[in-house]
């Protein structure tokens, strides 16, 4: 028997959640394994680069898709539950629950058709007019933007002080502070006047920069009030450059009160975009699978003679 693609098995995953209780990913994995008639033959197909079950990576992009419609939440590491939209459909599974269907959810939208058309989604959610460029292009983007959605739920997970380490640490991989001794620190304490880390910006240490880093909830928006207290904080220290860095988000306001600032520097890092840095840095992931691209060697072919 063939293994089902990701969406062919929507209804049997959100099945295996129907009784609205907390599951460990694994059971409703084996769950979904015997509702699908699958044997343990099919379970030894791996994906073309050999590293990993086929079946194991499917199912993960069906719960994959499933979160980014709003309808299923991991409730803690290896542990998952439908959310309040998902006891709706749950409880009144469509017959056909299907991409098409999870484009209601905007979320689900955004996630999957990032940059394309709309009148393009509605009509077809795969588009037959791509080139194999576009489609491993689109293919990148989609796996990066579930990994970073993961590396921010597995931060969510640890605690306020592993986060202002892990900031450190990623300025650290991205060359902020080179050998010197100390170049990075974490200093967040009681009375730290909002300065939780310090780095030094150059290999000599000439220049410091300073830095407030919260690991605040994915939907919280940083405004405007808390960027001042942490530009007021950086006048204290008599500081010139600062990073403020966290899980949420920031509020227009907050962007804008950042460009208006010329004595003070300051660089606003969100939680999209510190997960991007992660990946680009390799901190906290690791490298599955390469598919080198080539193309005709055309100088090859007219040099031979």
Not at 279 to 296: A, R
Request: charged letters at 25%.
């Amino acid at each position: 028997m063939s293994i089902p693609k990701y969406n062919e098995m929507y209804k049997e995953f959100l099945t295996c959640l129907a009784d609205g209780g907390v599951h460990k990913i694994t059971e409703v994995r084996d769950t979904v394994f015997k509702m699908k008639g699958l044997t343990e033959a099919d379970k030894q197909i791996l994906i073309p680069n050999g590293t990993q079950q086929l079946f194991e990576n499917r199912i993960g992009w069906t719960r994959t898709y499933l979160k980014k419609a709003g309808l299923v939440i991991t409730v803690k590491r290896g542990y998952v539950s439908l959310t309040d939209e998902g006891k709706k459909v749950a409880s009144n599974i469509p017959e056909v629950l299907d991409d098409k269907f999870l484009c209601q959810y905007d979320c689900f939208k955004e996630f999957k058709y990032s940059g394309k058309k709309s009148s393009a989604i509605v009509s077809d959610p795969i588009e037959q007019n791509e080139t194999p460029q576009d489609v491993l292009d689109r293919a990148h983007q989609e796996i990066t933007a579930a990994l970073a959605d993961d590396i921010l739920s597995e931060i969510m997970k640890n605690t306020p002080e592993f986060f202002e380490h892990l900031v450190i640490l990623l300025l650290r991989k991205m060359g902020y502070g080179g050998a010197v001794e100390n170049a990075g620190m974490v200093v967040g304490q009681t009375g730290d006047e909002g300065i939780d880390g310090i780095i030094k910006e150059d290999k000599l240490g000439f220049n410091l920069i300073y830095i407030q880093a919260k690991r605040w909830d994915l939907d919280r928006s940083v405004g405007r009030p808390e960027i001042q207290k942490f530009v007021g904080a950086l006048a204290g220290q008599g500081a010139s450059k600062g990073l403020f860095i966290t899980t949420a988000k920031f509020s227009q306001q907050a962007q804008d009160y950042v460009k208006k600032q010329h004595t003070t520097k300051v660089v606003l890092v969100d939680g999209l975009t510190l997960a991007k840095l992660m990946i680009d840095y390799d901190l906290g992931v690791s490298t599955v699978s390469v598919y080198p691209i080539k193309k005709l060697d055309t100088d090859f072919f007219e040099g031979m003679l």
